[in-house]
């Protein structure tokens, strides 16, 4: 390789022309290939990992299996390249050409895939871990069950992808375009999404998590919007909402949400989610006789209703306003952990909804786009169904929890399903829409 390598370095302007050559299984690692012709090559198998392959022409070659870990490809013409399975590990693909390229099963952790063309291409099953997709062209992209942890795809081009059971955690979706997806197992069914929406439907946000050993108390439950109101006023620009409210039989958890409403950069915010943290313990041990005051209180209302022959039979409606939160902002990679005596504050994801919904909807989640779609489906069935006397009620409920679903409201959409009753429940099951049957269950 030495040699190679040097031949190259004395004769830069020669271009190596191994078009539809035979390099199955051979070692190549760390060979000078820049602006090489590979077009049609068979190199299944070939180790070229740390190799220069810059600006090289691999268009319709084969690298199956191949092993690429910390190559160069800045510029590479990938057209149509066949990569499955291929370990493309820290490998530079800055501004590639893989348009309908093949590359399900391939191990992109870490590669630098900036403005990169990977429209029409094959995805699915990839690992993209921690990779940078900044500004690169998705368009038409089959993404199904691809890994996307801690990945940014800033400013990429989504329109038209397939999303299937895609693994999400952690990645930044900042001013990405995505007129729609397919989140149906075919990619069959489209969802539309207007300006900003998919954004904000499926960024991850910043968020504060406050744990409460053993359980949460009445009194700690009722104490939670007067905290957020005093950090609010604080901190008026950060938007803070309760998220949810989950016991875990251990101890409970609370989670905050926290909107960046300035513009500020990642480490101004960073700098605000550590002053919230710091505060928000300080209310806490400032706000301990309020606890006892509201535990003495609630102890005597739990007295009295139990004491009650029986609850009142007639139905009340008790309306509540609710707030709908845009939130697009930093997000915290990694739990820091704050204790203050029996609460510990974790930071890291707005509003509060039903909290009898709400504990439903995080015992155990559900994908809100592949539920949204088999809602549609599900919709449409009944219409078709024999009817019954509240069929209208019970489509209009799928109808409105389908919407909530596109919004990335879990607690409505149960709510909605709730309403929708066993009639539709029995239709989920006849037609097989799987994630729709477990949610009616879930809500009923």
């Not at 020669?14 to 190549?28: C, E, K, M, N, Y």
Request: proline residues 2%; contains cysteine; negative net charge.
């Amino acid at each position: 390789m030495k040699v190679w390598n040097a031949w190259r370095e004395e004769n830069p302007d020669l271009v190596p022309d191994l078009i539809r050559a035979d390099l199955r299984g051979a070692t190549l690692s760390g060979a000078t290939l820049w602006k090489a012709n590979f077009s049609g090559a068979n190199l299944r198998n070939v180790d070229l990992s740390d190799a220069d392959l810059s600006d090289a022409d691999l268009s319709g070659a084969d690298l199956s299996g191949a092993t690429l870990s910390g190559a160069d490809l800045r510029n590479a013409d990938l057209f149509r390249a066949t990569l499955r399975n291929a370990d493309l590990r820290g490998a530079n693909l800055f501004h590639a050409k893989l348009r309908n390229a093949d590359l399900s099963g391939a191990h992109l952790r870490g590669a630098d895939i900036n403005s990169a063309d990977l429209s029409g291409a094959t995805l699915s099953g990839a690992d993209l871990s921690h990779a940078n997709l900044n500004n690169v062209n998705l368009v038409d992209a089959d993404l199904r069950q691809a890994r996307f942890i801690d990945t940014c795809l800033d400013d990429a081009n989504l329109t038209g992808v397939k999303l299937w059971e895609t693994q999400r955690g952690g990645w930044s979706i900042k001013r990405i375009t995505c007129q729609w997806a397919f989140w149906d197992r075919n990619g069959n069914e489209s969802t539309e999404y207007g300006d900003g929406d998919f954004e904000r439907i499926f960024a991850e946000k910043s968020r504060i998590r406050l744990r409460y050993p053993g359980s949460l108390s009445l009194a700690d439950l009722a104490m939670l919007p007067l905290i957020i109101k005093q950090l609010q006023a604080e901190h008026p620009s950060s938007i803070l909402h309760i998220k949810s409210v989950e016991d875990e039989g251990s101890g409970a958890n609370v989670i905050i949400t926290v909107d960046d409403i300035t513009g500020r950069n990642d480490d101004a915010f960073k700098k605000e989610l550590v002053q919230l943290q710091t505060r928000l313990e300080s209310i806490l041990e400032e706000r301990d006789y309020l606890r006892q005051r509201f535990a003495i209180m609630f102890s005597e209302i739990t007295s009295t209703i139990s004491d009650l022959p029986r609850l009142p039979t007639q139905e009340i409606h008790v309306h509540r306003p609710r707030e709908l939160v845009t939130i697009e902002g930093y997000t915290m990679n990694g739990d820091t952990n704050i204790n203050q005596g029996q609460t510990a504050i974790v930071g890291r994801d707005g509003h509060a909804h039903d909290m009898t919904f709400q504990q439903v909807w995080n015992q155990r989640s559900i994908d809100l786009p592949p539920l949204a779609e088999e809602l549609k489906r599900l919709r449409a069935a009944m219409k078709e169904a024999d009817g019954k006397d509240d069929q209208d009620e019970a489509i209009g409920a799928v109808a409105a929890a389908e919407k909530a679903a596109i919004k990335g409201d879990g607690p409505t959409t149960l709510q909605h399903l709730k309403t929708a009753g066993k009639w539709a429940l029995g239709i989920a099951e006849k037609i097989g829409v799987t994630v729709a049957t477990e949610a009616i269950k879930r809500a009923m």
